[in-house]
């Protein structure tokens, strides 16, 4: 028995729940799970789990061998990392979750880059605002806008959003233009934000260097997905804070306009989070390293990057 085998075969059957999830994670049939976590208990003449129709729960002595045995892997995994030849590029699959609008405006114009200097890493983009069972579907990291509550995951802060509070020119010919944040809790709408975690519609923060108010919108429609709540503004559903990088060309469209210039809201961070079990990896390591020098050298919080402008006709300024 290869018991080092074994034991990553053990430890991922404790953290995805069930052998059908931890194979399908290794890329190895179930039966090879069952025979080689089998063949530890054997080995160790004790039972590690207990198995019942549904699902799998670990014993105490199980338990214990868990948390050993990922010090243990972790330990091996960074020994063979640091004697690795320094001439070996990463390589592997590399899966990583984030918002759709960060994947399609940030990571997959600059893919080439990342290519040409990792040519060896399959990068699988699950794209999309939504929890993450990090262990069970086999996430490596993701990059996340706010602080992370999740306190099982490790964050490392890569840059700041800024935020614009917009309209498009069809909501305000028609409903005019809020003078006020706290106009967006009466006579005008919002294109409402579904927290993934809360389900609840996120307030709208705003602050014009003397006051800070916390606006709970009044909205027609809300949605899940940035680009989704993007649409909506567009089609002129409500006002909206977006992040600059995706609306520069719509700035320079005039498709969008803002409003309440006056009023600003405090930036949020972006984390790459992964969880504290999985041990960083070569790959994950130059992926966000790689994020994060991209990161400071776009402009994120600049309308006027690709020719946008904030320059627009006095009727759509209060």
Known sequence: MDQLAAMRVFARVVETGNFTRAANALNIPKTTVTNMVQGLEAHLRTTLLNRTTRR???TTDGALYYERAIQILSEIDELDG??????????????????GAFADHIIIPNLCDFYERYPLIRLDLGVGDRLVDYIAENVDCAVRVGTPRDQSLIARKVSELEFVTC??????????????PEDLEGEHYCVGYLNATSGQI??????????????????????????????????????????????????????????LPEWNREPMPIYIVYPQTRHVTNKVRVFVDWLAKLLHKDDLGSLEARGATTHLPSRHIA
Do not use: W
């Open 167 to 180: 309209a498009a020119p069809s909501y305000i010919e028609k409903f005019g233009v809020p003078q006020q």
């Open 82 to 99: 640091s004697l690795s030849n320094t001439n070996t590029q990463p390589s592997g699959r590399l899966r990583v979750e984030m918002a």
């Open 202 to 259: 996120m307030t709208m923060p705003f602050d014009n260097g003397t006051r800070t108010v916390e606006i709970t919108p009044r909205y027609i429609v809300s949605a899940n997905d940035s680009r989704t709540y993007q649409n909506a503004a567009l089609a002129g559903m409500g006002v909206a804070q977006l992040v600059p990088f995706m609306i520069r060309d719509d700035f320079a469209k005039g498709n969008l306009v803002p409003v």
């Open 56 to 58: 799998v729960m670990v």
